[in-house]
């Protein structure tokens, strides 16, 4: 497929944000965003989704796209990982939902959209072992091996946020322990800097404040960038990576790959995968949701 053959729809909802654009050419040509309600049942995500597209044009049958954080099983369902973070998603049948109200729809996870993206337009398109990884409201993963992106029938293979993380040690919205999400994602930043003291900060504001030289927010960002380079490392001995693309508010925020960065450099050289940006930034979620609708319809 030729990323200039994309045209269409495509929604990415988040833990935080809901974003919704019409493509033209592979390319984003009109986009919305809204806040995430994370309290919302799956029905009242689906209308927030339907409200953004409507006020794009999208017209019914048009192809469409929709990523979205947690698990989509085989058969379109969709299910919360972390329950902190969607917890009212408890098994509701997207795909179908969403093709009855819109006419058209495949529904992929986020990451998983995106490193398809990643793997086929961007950052991957030269990798025989490439994974993408989202640091936002968690830590999403995609893995795009042999040109091929990896996928299981419980929908659950890329969800590389949920393994154990030895920077990290309190409980994690999946019901594990420790894991590399509860330390180093948005939610987990904020956790810490509630910690620390600092109750009303959200990740951004850890961010502002590490960038004026707060040291308690410094930490709190490095802690959260040496959790995500001992993930690569791992994924590096597990799958032999040789690129890995950063996404997400986090992972694209200044200054945060040049710390995951100088926290690999302590790796030995075989688990140090190239790390590079995200190549389509923010819009690897979407393009990847309608590249994967497009596969679908003609395969
Ligand atoms: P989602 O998880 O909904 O896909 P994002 O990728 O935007 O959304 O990630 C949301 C997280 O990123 C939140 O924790 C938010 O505080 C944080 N964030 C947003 N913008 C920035 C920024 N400029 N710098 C650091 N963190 C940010």
Redesign the pocket.
Known sequence: MERTELAGFAA???????AAARIEGGVVVERLLSP?DAAADPEAQVAAIRALLNRLGHSRGAPLGVAV?GRVDGAGAWHAVNRGTLPAILGFALEAEMTRATGAATCVN?AAGAALAEGLFGAGSRSESFAYL?V???VGGGLVLGNRLLSSANGMAGHVGFVSSRQASGPCGSGRMATVESIA???G??AAAAAAGHPDS???????AAAEGQDWAGRIVATSAAAVAALIGDLAAVLGLDTVAL????GL??G?IDRTRAALADEPELFRPILVPAALG?DA?LIGALAAHLRKENP
Request: charged share 15%; no cysteine.
């Open positions: 990415d909802l988040g833990g935080t944000k809901l995430t954080a986020d989202t936002s409201t968690g994602g948005g939610r930043i904020a959200d990740a951004r504001a850890v961010f502002a996404g997400g508010s986090i925020a200044p945060y923010h979620p």
